[in-house]
RNA sequence: GGCCCCAUCGUCUAUCGGUUAGGACGCCACCCUUUCAAGGUGGAGAGACGGGUUCGAUUCCCGUUGGGGCUACCA
């Protein structure tokens, strides 16, 4: 279903922590809606609480979009700017009646509050609490005493045809006349929203279902000041691997965690998607633009997703795999950097070598953290050898260290070093020695990276070069032979 | 407690009344193979329960159960 005309959207994320995935997922279908049908995706910071909103929280929003390349037209609107426009808001409702002034004291409404649940019975604000004597309000007004507004809700009941669940009801006898602007003169949330959704003319509002709650106050809203009730599309939540609501407790659980763990931003954006919405059919891994070109509103799920880590995983290596080389390298310098492996400067010199190492093991590796790890024994002047991978492979220490010698004897009188000329020279090597393949190629393995995994030997051969790989062998022999010694 | 939302393999999902209920992750086996991945093939694995409606329900309706969200002068 495409909307009648472009639709505006907004992300509205609070800055009180990081960026969360589930943020990042709301904020990534609301940018695949606006995209595909040439709409607007606006960004505003909702920072109206001022305790517990930081810089900090509202540079890691945009670091976070930046990275998954969210990007967003317009400026982005701060919610603290628009204090004003939200008061003027609440002197419109005061002046139709839709809103009332309740002088009543913050302790009496917390006592009462404790009386009713005391005796378990549920508590709801009566309009009668803020019921003035004749020329009481004129009075306490010029006498300043502070007060709330409250938003008086009408009998009825408010409904929406939401865009993933349907029709959803709620009877208005059980929203209570709530707040929209405290004593101190500041506004609340829900006002806050509606007074912003109409300023910023947005015509869809997609956000988590846990503001489902929220939307018949929200309507009501929007109503009596006026506006066109926008539609609504409320996405599932995403939940731990116990089922409940994502938290710290579950792991990482901010967009730059990830980051930082090595995962391509392509990946994410990905597996987020799939988390409550499916293309309808069997593709799962899709670029950001067959995401795009499939994305639609009836592909989005009603249930709430738990989030897998390991498929992310399996996700990201697929993308590792998938992506051009191009486009995985400016996200691998950083991490080789970062993990100490190898500084930009160094690899921009051997760039060439690099792209083709990186090539080498994208394939089997799961994040680019992975890469960097793997990549260690390309850099290092010495090779560390691996306990398991000297047990397994070097087991008789004598019976390797001749047949590492025979090796690189055989190799070192190569004319060429291409793979062909190597495996023809080490097969019949093999042969002469009466022994497997295997036999060569692992020892060897060893040899040259210290690991019993690593790419196909002869890759390995040539992208350490001809002399490296030989200085590797001979160290290897010596080695072998100190530890027979001692 | 009240209100609201939700319910297919362990997990993400397909199915829009008729299927041997399909795919993916993970798990197991095999193949490929110089190792590890990747890839290929196969396997185990699901309609929460009870009522309706219907010739026929995973699918539509009701109830139960279970899970989740909200319930502030937080956002």
Do not use: C
Not at 51 to 61: F, G, K, M, V
Not at 226 to 243: K, S
Not at 382 to 392: F, G, H, L, M, R
């Amino acid at each position: 279903m495409a909307p009648a005309a472009p639709p505006r959207v907004r992300f509205a994320p609070s800055p009180t922590g990081f960026l969360h995935v589930g943020g990042a997922r709301t904020a990534l279908f609301n940018w695949l809606y606006a995209r595909k049908y040439g709409g607007q995706m606006l960004l505003r910071i909702e920072d109206t609480d001022r305790q517990r909103s930081t810089d900090e929280s509202t540079n890691a929003i945009f670091d976070g979009l930046a990275w998954l390349g969210l990007d967003y037209d317009e400026d982005v609107v701060f919610q603290g700017a628009n204090l004003e426009r939200h008061r003027a808001d609440v002197e419109r409702l005061l002046a139709t009646g839709a809103a009332y002034r309740d002088f009543t004291p913050h302790a009496e409404l917390e006592r009462l509050r404790a009386d009713a649940d005391a005796r378990g019975v549920p508590f709801r604000f009566d309009p009668k609490l803020a019921e003035l004597a004749p020329g009481e309000l004129e009075r306490r007004l010029a006498a300043g005493e502070p007060h709330a507004v409250r938003f008086r809700v009408p009998d009825g009941v408010t409904d929406w045809i939401d865009a993933v669940h349907g029709r959803i009801a709620f009877p208005n006898k059980d929203i209570e006349d709530f707040v929209i602007l405290r004593s101190d003169r500041t506004p609340v949330y829900n006002l806050a929203v509606v007074s912003d959704d109409i300023a910023m003319g947005i015509t869809m509002v997609m956000r988590g279902d846990d503001h489902i709650s929220n939307t018949p106050k929200q309507i009501l809203l929007y109503r009596a000041l006026g506006a066109t009730v926008p539609q609504f599309a409320h996405v599932p939540m995403i939940h731990g691997t116990d089922g409940k609501k994502l938290s710290k407790r579950h792991g990482a659980t901010a967009v730059g965690d990830y980051q930082h763990q090595g995962l391509l931003p392509s990946a994410m954006l990905n597996f987020l998607a799939l988390l409550g919405w499916s293309p309808g059919d069997d593709v799962e891994v899709m670029t950001r633009l067959e995401m795009l070109d499939r994305f639609s509103l009836d592909g989005l799920q009603k249930k709430a997703a738990v989030f897998d880590p390991q498929k992310l995983d399996w996700m990201n290596g697929q993308h590792l795999s998938m992506l051009s080389l191009d486009e995985i390298m400016p996200h691998v310098y950083p991490v080789f950097e970062r993990l100490g492996v190898s500084t930009p400067e160094e690899l921009r010199e051997r760039e060439e070598w690099f792209r083709a190492l990186i090539d080498l093991l994208r394939v089997r590796a799961r994040t680019v953290d992975d890469i960097a790890r793997q990549a260690v024994p390309y850099f290092a002047d010495e090779v560390e050898y691996d306990a398991d991978a000297v047990s397994k492979q070097w087991r008789d220490a004598n019976t390797a260290a001749e047949i590492l010698s025979a090796t690189r004897e055989r190799l070192a009188s190569l004319a060429a070093w291409d793979a062909t000329t190597m495996e023809t020279a080490l097969r019949s090597l093999a042969e002469e020695l009466s022994i497997s393949g295997g036999k060569i190629f692992q020892p060897l393995r060893v040899a040259l990276t210290g690991l019993t995994a690593s790419p196909g030997i002869f890759d390995v051969l040539i992208i350490l070069g001809r002399d490296r790989s030989l200085a590797r062998l001979d160290q290897a022999v010596r080695w072998l032979k100190s530890d027979v010694t001692a």
